[in-house]
């Protein structure tokens, strides 16, 4: 097969009926399957413990699964090769890593690992965002070291770019720089991207795709102007909501029964559908998903 | 009627105090519980009851009453010496700054317990050595006045040396320089007057004193300012610092603040000059790839810093022994034959130290190993387990290389055998070194003390009975040497079945 075509038809991440509990614990992954397709942008979203950094873990092999199969550029990640290993990049929950080194030394340490490795960037990011170069790591605030270890994980040009709240320590202004970066030089370059973060103003302007993950699994994932254009908080009476669902062949997400008999549906509609005229449906926005479906 | 939803204690002063104190005379009690540490306070409560209750035991057994009543005081006051001192740490951390500021009456409980519980010791030995003394005829109220003083100034000392610990400092040159006749004087006249002072006025003086040094002893708590943070952020770095290190985990130089950093900076920049060395000759093979994982993997205990600390105290302790032959004309032969048990000790911990600090550093470094093993060139599975392997094997070999110049010196001074059966159980305790490192776990103390307590155990059983039978010495070390390389060779083969050992203790 070509491999051009190869590149284009593998996904970037696959993981299927994967599932990782910690010790004798319950499941923190429940037979999960996912795929990140290569030039995909998926935020992915879930509560607090719903196993989001175990998630990016397991897809990245740090973390062994009790059963499944998870593949990276269709490599099993408990046995990437090099070539496979150069093309990932990965920003950790924890940016204070590594403290005892400086800026410069930590990447002086990183470039000497990867073939390839973008100075030119390396530099602009580091003048762009202030970063002393002399300073040892551990004197650097929160939100400079979280963009280092941004910087650090960009620095060679990855395919897949893995972060896990990479923004979580940084101020709106360091938030909207790095988010500019993504868009501009890593999201061009058709990498893939997935990054888990609570700020969900952050992830409307860059991820065009969600996941949502709750209960071990990922619920639904979908380009998130699919999902605001289709997914509608029905509300009536239990039989009137099932018979609306039913006739427009929508998806039902979520169901809370209400009092009096009354029930309400978040539902999805089939792409280019609309609510008949007089039926009670709201239109949602990404927190309402939020709240539902985590 | 309905309860107030805002409860507001009606209860009197001195009523509501009480609670208060309980709590904190109660937390080192709690404290220890809540960390799940109750069997480890067990257990060092029962060696101390072991330690001084065998000897006064002993005493009343075997020594006349008078001096077996002295030893059995001298037991108590140090086991109340002990409660105290553990009480003034907790009482001392429960002074945190932010608290003393806005908590009302905070500071000042903590300042009533410290004065009451202090005040309660003084009198409860003062009482009890009246007694005894009285009982056996003799001057009972003087006894107890005096025991009453002394021991108010023993604890009195152990409080504000705990709260200042460079007190220490005074007081140990303070002993170590009793042999200068000029200090000795001054010290003997000093102590002389005190005497007449008190033997004119006891009861006066007691009071005398035992009010200044309850008027200054609250003066450990602070008062909720910015003087006060600084010393409890100080007084908490250097309590997390020695934590770490009982459990293991020795810390960077950098832990020991600003002090800390400036001495540690030749070792800095010895590690920066390693680090820059590795990256300019970066190569994709294993071997280099390995030698840069190291400097992360090992962090402040890679070997460049421990090599050249082990080299760096022998050179001091060398210099040391110079200048106290050059000093006192005495011959190294001599010297080293006296301080052989010391030497023994200092030359097996040293053996041990990479036993003791490798699992400790990959366990502080598994948050960056998760970027290591993404990293292209790394050894992935038993490669990588057995490479990391090596790694802290080879550094264990340096450790005993490094060692052997002040081992054949020993040797040479005549006492050196014993050293050598001191230190040769050390050797198969390499093999702990390879444990699975997938599964490993932050080392406790417990953890940290058994490696240390089996050597001191078996090296101080193989020196007495080397002692006893100096033939055995050379079977003895083959033995050790074939114990060390067969749990070597079982390790070795033992890493095929485990896992990667890279993340450190993911699946601890």
Redesign the interface.
């Known amino acids: 097969m070509n491999e051009h075509l190869l590149a284009a038809t593998t996904p970037s991440v696959d993981l299927a009926g994967v599932t990782l509990a910690y010790g004798n614990g319950p499941a923190v992954l429940k037979g999960l399957d996912w795929q990140l397709l290569p030039g995909q942008v998926v935020g992915l979203l879930g509560r607090n413990g719903a196993g989001k950094t175990t998630l990016l873990?397991a897809l990245?092999?740090?973390?062994?699964t009790q059963a499944g199969k998870a593949q990276v550029f269709g490599q099993p990640v408990?046995?990437?090769d090099?070539?496979t290993?150069?093309r990932?990049g990965?920003v950790?929950q924890?940016s204070d890593?590594?403290d005892?080194?400086t800026a410069d030394?930590l990447l002086?340490?990183?470039?000497?690992?990867?073939?390839r490795w973008n100075q030119a960037k390396v530099d602009g990011l580091m003048s762009r965002w202030d970063i002393n170069r002399h300073q040892r790591i551990?004197k650097l605030s929160g939100g400079q070291q979280q963009r280092l270890s941004i910087i650090r994980a960009l620095a060679h040009d990855p395919d897949l770019l893995v972060l896990d709240e990479p923004v979580a320590s940084l101020d709106p202004a360091g938030r909207r720089d790095f988010l500019r970066e993504l868009v501009e030089q890593v999201i061009e370059r058709g990498t893939t991207v997935v990054f888990s973060t609570h700020i969900l103003s952050d992830l409307e302007r860059v991820a065009f795709h969600m996941a949502f993950m709750s209960e071990g699994r990922i619920t639904l994932q979908a380009p998130l102007d699919e999902l605001l254009d289709e997914v509608r908080l029905l509300s009536g009476t239990t039989s009137e909501v099932q018979g609306l669902v039913q006739r427009l062949g929508a998806t039902a997400l979520k169901r809370k029964p209400l009092a009096a008999g009354r029930e309400q549906v978040l539902a999805r509609l089939p792409a280019g559908t609309q609510l008949p005229a007089g039926a009670d449906g709201e239109a949602v926005t990404l927190e309402d998903l939020f709240m539902e479906l985590t | 009627m309905t309860a107030d939803p805002v409860a507001h204690s009606s209860a009197p002063v001195a009523a509501r105090r009480w609670p208060q104190s309980r709590a904190m005379l109660l937390a080192p009690w709690h404290w220890t519980r809540n960390d799940g540490g109750l069997w480890a306070l067990r257990l060092y409560g029962a060696v101390a009851l072991l330690l001084l209750g065998a000897p006064a035991a002993a005493a009343l057994w075997w020594m006349p009453l008078p001096l077996a009543a002295v030893v059995v005081g001298v037991a108590i006051f140090v086991g109340l010496a002990l409660v105290w001192g553990l009480q003034i740490g907790v009482l001392l951390r429960l002074d945190h700054p932010r608290v003393a500021h806005t908590v009302p009456g905070h500071a000042r409980a903590l300042r009533a317990v410290a004065l009451g519980l202090w005040l309660g010791l003084v009198a409860l030995c003062g009482l009890v050595s009246a007694l005894a003394v009285g009982l056996l005829g003799g001057d009972g109220l003087r006894t107890g006045l005096v025991v009453a003083v002394g021991a108010a100034t023993l604890l009195w000392v152990l409080a504000l040396a705990i709260r200042w610990w460079w007190l220490w400092v005074p007081i140990c040159l303070g002993f170590s320089f009793y042999g200068f006749a000029a200090w000795r004087h001054l010290v003997v006249a000093s102590w002389a007057w005190l005497q007449q002072q008190w033997q004119a006025q006891p009861v006066l003086m007691t009071l005398g004193v035992l009010l200044l040094q309850g008027l200054v002893l609250p003066v450990i708590f602070g008062h909720g300012d910015g003087r006060h943070a600084r010393a409890y952020a100080s007084r908490e770095r250097w309590r997390k610092v020695t934590a770490a290190s009982s459990a293991g985990r020795m810390p960077a130089w950098a832990a020991y603040g600003l002090w800390g950093e400036w001495l540690g900076l030749p070792w800095q920049r010895l590690a920066n000059a390693w680090l820059s060395w590795v990256c300019r000759q970066a190569t994709p093979s294993p071997r280099s790839v390995m030698a840069r994982a190291e400097v992360v993997m090992h962090g402040p205990h890679h070997w460049v810093r421990q090599l050249s600390t082990a080299l760096l105290v022998q050179l001091v302790v060398a210099l040391c022994l110079v200048a106290t032959t050059w000093q006192t004309g005495l011959s190294l032969r001599v010297l080293l034959e006296g301080g052989h048990v010391g030497i023994s000790v200092g030359l097996a911990s040293m053996a041990l130290t990479a036993v003791m600090t490798l699992p400790g550093a990959l366990w502080q470094s598994r948050r960056e190993q998760a970027l290591l093993v993404l990293l292209p060139g790394m050894p992935t599975g038993t490669a990588l387990t057995r490479a990391v392997a090596w790694r802290q094997m080879r550094q264990c070999l340096w450790s005993w290389a490094v060692l052997l110049p002040a081992l054949a010196t020993v040797v040479w001074a005549g006492k050196g055998w014993t050293t050598l059966a001191y230190v040769a159980p050390a050797l198969p305790l390499s093999a702990w070194l390879w444990r699975d490192a997938s599964r490993l776990r932050e080392s406790g103390q417990a953890g940290a003390v058994v490696p240390i307590l089996l050597c001191v155990l078996a090296g101080g059983l193989s020196a007495f009975l080397t002692s006893r039978a100096p033939g055995a010495l050379l079977p003895w070390l083959a033995v050790m040497v074939l114990l060390a390389a067969g749990l070597l060779a079982w390790r070795w083969r033992r890493m095929l079945h485990l896992p990667q050992a890279l993340p450190a203790g993911r699946l601890g």
Do not use: K, N, T, V
Request: proline share 6%; no cysteine.
């Open positions: 873990e990245l092999g740090l973390r062994e408990a046995a990437l090099d070539a290993r150069a990932i990965y950790p924890q890593l590594f005892s080194f030394q002086r340490y990183f470039r000497s690992f990867y073939p551990a």
